[in-house]
């Protein structure tokens, strides 16, 4: 296997795991500050999949469309948390959790009742298709290099966000104590949904960008979703860093799994065999490195809390 | 002098830069009571968090019975004798004050694995937990939700589930906050019947309690056992009038 | 309000009425309803140990329910083309006769929650939901995945399996055959509630510090559940891809641990009859919705966000006034 092929693979794991960490960014830092689980995280990546595929339709801008999946996932976050998600801080991690569940049905069973059931497609923009040539010689899509661009811009900007600005700070002091914020005079219900519009404007941009690479569909935010669990875990539930880390693992194992792990098993069995064993292998690789890690480290790598 | 039955070594705990319990040694001797008192913040519930296992210490060791329990766990310490009382109740407040006895009393069996026969039809176990239930005063609310009983009366199941452990050592973190100035009275000439069964390491704000029961009392400031007497002793110490009381000497 | 005993009886007795008089009007999809509600009434009862009296909010029971249905599956398909599984030396002959099947189920998935409860109940809380959540997509993928079994398109498996004595080919045979089952689980949980396991567990789940201070181990208590739970789950897998004579890894999907968890949260958690009531309303309104409204999933989340909002107690707290156990 060339060297090639194992770098463009690298990349790609690369990009998988920085659009994972857009989804486990957003939970993570909902858990982080308001403790809760949010399961229709999904519904809002698909929201924002489906509002750039309608707004990329109807005026052929891909940056419009970006827009537009970033604002929609935005709003339909801040309407959820001032309707539902509000009522649920304190609630049992089971009402969270059944509460969020409903929602994904009214979300998924909404947009196929407005978009139908058939995919849309959303086309990667002419300035941004085709491949390009890496040092080394490699050939790699222009897009999928812009997505890890994106990404890694996304992480500095929450990295500064958190770090370096008011709301950042008020953002950790919700983390540590919601009595001592609200003491100190800042409206903590407009934090909270200002946190969760955030949360779900990274998920609808995450669900946009992948959007043009996958088809646009019901239920596609869901398996995105159980990935962005599986990343906090290993990450540990509320830092950001942990999620970044653990994302890059998860992406980068899940697709090199896929490749080399048919390979692998090639060295010893017979090819047929070999490619059921492997691919299979390949599709718990995750689960498996999430195993490691709870035997390890109970609250992932960088978790502070159980 | 006899072995202790339960005594702590050089227990050192630390939070970041906070020191919450630094070189504590304590006895509890048989027969005694033995009280910790300290003003808030002085690593009180630290040191009983160590003895039961809920934390480990960085270091020092804690001895139950003779025997180095330092590294085992809650349930396990639990099981060689260590009775214990929460400061803030811990108890299955959905359940009656009679399922909350019961508790004890199969922890006491060992008879969590069964899976059959209902659990209050068991003779030995009900009596057993109806005897707690009674010693502290309490029998006559045994099929009351345990969430309706008034904080002092929570107080004295929790004595009364501790009491099912039938342990060598008790390990009580205030048992008289809330009773009100009666129950206070019914606790402490309970409690002083109770140090011949099993001595009591008795964390205590209530002063009238503290010096009526105790036999010696460990004065813990900053993390550090400043002193450790009897009542006499303690009431006429300078240091622990300068450092608790805070009289200017 | 309405003693919760009443209501229990209640229930079963409709359980068994309404399939009797399907049976007389010849109204055979009736049956098939009674018996579909009937299963998805014993995966939530095993659920209902883990979540209603040891706390544990595993959203990965379809887990269990999938093991059961391939262990039917596998055993079935084996036994319809006469070729035996050989795991290396060892051969497995297929079979056609549900109790074996049956114990096949219970211990595959029994191991399985063993395996899976050792390693997310090193966690608690929210890590707990989403390690169960993950397991269950872990074992989705494998099925899709393993092409020896029918991947993504399933197994179909000709005729229903054999119970001696019956003629399982007749619905209301086959019905009555899992409205027994269900009974005899409800009577695990009954008495597994009142045992001491159940206290200790029960006691677990609102105070664990204080089971560790009696000397008991609160994990080891809901590991124990935990294995029970799945185990019953997955008997009713086995039962399931026997009404449908078809597996495939749709019965491992994350929306049917969440539909497990809705059902149970209808009817009532913790409570006995909880998850049956809930099955029955379920299956009711997937047919009498389904057949008004293709969206009537959109009904379900709003019925759904109700419950959870302003009726904690779900049917049975609505019916008693009594709020039930806080998980």
């Known amino acids: 296997m060339s060297t090639i092929l194992i770098l463009e693979q690298v990349l790609n794991g690369l990009q998988f795991g920085i659009m994972l960490f857009l989804m486990a960014a957003g939970l993570t830092l909902i858990f982080g500050v308001m403790g809760l689980i949010n399961l229709a995280h999904g519904s809002l990546y698909m929201v924002g999949a489906f509002a750039a595929a309608a707004v990329a339709g109807a005026t052929g801008s891909f940056l419009l469309a970006l827009a537009a999946a970033l604002a929609a996932a935005a709003v339909a976050g801040a309407i959820i948390e001032i309707v539902v998600i509000r009522r649920l801080y304190r609630a049992a991690h089971l009402d969270q959790v059944l509460a969020t569940f409903a929602l994904i049905l009214i979300f998924s069973e909404g947009t196929r009742w407005v978009f139908g059931s058939f995919p849309l497609f959303l086309d990667v923009p002419s300035y941004l298709s085709g491949p390009v040539t890496l040092p080394g010689g490699i050939q790699y899509p222009l897009y999928r290099l812009a997505l890890i661009a994106v990404g890694l811009a996304v992480a500095v900007f929450l990295w500064w966000l958190t770090a370096r600005t008011r709301i950042g700070i008020q953002i950790r002091a919700g983390e540590n104590d919601r009595e001592m914020i609200a003491a100190l005079g800042v409206d903590i219900s407009r934090l909270y949904t200002l946190v969760f519009a955030l949360g779900a404007a990274l998920a609808g941009l995450a669900g946009a960008l992948v959007g043009a690479i996958q088809s646009v569909q019901v239920g596609m935010g869901e398996p995105v979703l159980i990935l962005a669990f599986v990343v906090i875990v290993i990450g540990g539930i509320g830092s950001i860093k942990g999620a970044f880390i653990g994302a890059v693992l998860v992406g980068l194992t899940d697709t090199l799994g896929g490749i080399f792990l048919p390979e692998l098993f090639k060295l010893f069995m017979e090819p047929g065999a070999a490619t059921q064993t492997g691919s299979a292998l390949a599709s718990m690789a995750v689960y498996i490195l999430m195993s490691l890690v709870l035997i390890w480290r109970p609250t992932g790598l960088f978790g502070a809390r159980a | 002098m006899s072995e202790p039955v339960l005594a702590t070594r050089n227990l050192k705990k630390a939070f970041g830069a906070l020191q919450a319990t630094d070189d504590v040694s304590i006895d509890l001797r048989a027969g005694e009571i033995h009280a910790i008192i300290g003003p808030n913040g002085a690593g009180k519930s630290t040191l009983i968090a160590q003895i039961c296992g809920g934390y480990r210490p960085d270091a020092g060791t804690v001895h139950l019975a003779g025997v180095d329990v330092t590294s085992l766990s809650t349930a396990e310490r639990a099981q060689r004798g260590l009775g214990r009382t929460f400061q803030i109740s811990a108890l299955a407040m959905e359940d009656t004050v009679l399922e909350n006895a019961l508790l004890g009393a199969v922890g006491h069996a060992r008879k969590p694995w069964r899976l059959w026969g209902a659990v209050e039809r068991d003779r030995s176990l009900r009596d057993r937990a109806m005897e707690a239930l009674a010693r502290v005063g309490i029998a006559d609310l045994a099929d009351q939700i345990t969430a309706n009983l008034s904080h002092g009366q929570r107080r004295q199941l929790e004595v009364a589930v501790a009491l099912t452990l039938a342990p060598k050592a008790f390990i009580m973190d205030e048992p008289m906050a809330g009773l009100g100035a009666e129950g206070s009275k019914v606790m402490t000439t309970f409690l002083d019947g109770l140090r011949s069964e099993a001595p009591i390491l008795l964390v205590e704000h209530d002063m009238d309690a503290v010096f009526a029961l105790a036999d010696r009392i460990s004065v813990l400031v900053y993390g550090r056992v400043i002193a450790t007497g009897s009542v006499e002793e303690i009431r006429n110490s300078r240091e622990v009038r300068e450092a608790y009381l805070g009289e200017e000497a | ?327």
């Not at chain 3, 993950?134 to 092409?147: E, H, R, T, Y």
């Not at chain 3, 079994?149 to 001696?164: A, K």
């Not at chain 3, 009577?187 to 677990?204: E, K, M, Q, V, Y």
């Not at chain 3, 009726?311 to 998980?327: E, M, Y």
Request: glycine share 12%; with cysteine; aromatic share 10%.
């Open chain 3, 1 to 327: 309000m309405i003693a919760e005993r009443w209501i229990n009886w209640i229930v079963l007795l409709g359980f068994v009425v309404l399939p009797l008089w399907a049976l007389f009007a010849d109204e055979p999809f009736t049956i098939t309803l009674a018996t579909r509600a009937v299963i998805l009434a014993l995966a939530a009862v095993g659920l209902n140990i883990a979540l209603g009296i040891g706390g544990l909010v595993s959203l990965g029971h379809a887990v269990f329910f999938g093991l059961g249905g391939y262990a039917m599956g596998i055993l079935a398909h084996h036994a319809q083309t006469y070729a035996p599984l050989e795991l290396g030396p060892l051969v497995i002959e297929g079979t056609k006769s549900m109790p074996i099947i049956w114990v096949t189920a219970l211990v595959t998935s029994a191991l399985a929650a063993l395996v899976i409860g050792l390693l997310s109940l090193r966690t608690t809380g929210v890590y707990f939901i989403m390690i169960t959540l993950a397991f269950g997509q872990m074992f989705f993928f494998f099925s899709i995945s393993w092409s020896a079994y029918g991947g993504e398109d399933g197994l179909s498996i000709y005729v229903r399996n054999d119970f001696p004595g019956l003629n399982t080919l007749q619905p209301i045979q086959f019905f009555g055959l899992c409205l027994a089952v269900l009974c005899l689980a409800l009577g695990i949980h009954s008495r597994l509630r009142t045992s001491p396991f159940g206290l200790a567990l029960n006691a677990a789940r609102q105070a664990p510090e204080r089971v560790e201070t009696v000397g008991l181990n609160p994990m080891r208590l809901k590991l124990l559940a935990f294995v029970i739970s799945g185990a019953l789950t997955g008997l009713s897998g086995a039962l399931f891809a026997d009404l449908n004579r078809f597996v495939s890894p749709t019965m491992f999907s994350w929306q049917l641990s969440g539909e497990l968890i809705v059902l149970i949260i209808i009817g009532g958690v913790g409570r006995l009859m909880g998850p049956v009531i809930g099955a029955a309303l379920f299956v009711a309104l997937e047919h009498l919705l389904g057949g008004l409204t293709e969206f009537w999933l959109v009904w379900l989340g709003v019925i759904l966000l109700l419950i959870v909002l302003f009726a904690r107690g779900g049917i049975i707290g609505i019916l008693t006034g009594k709020a039930g156990p806080n998980v």
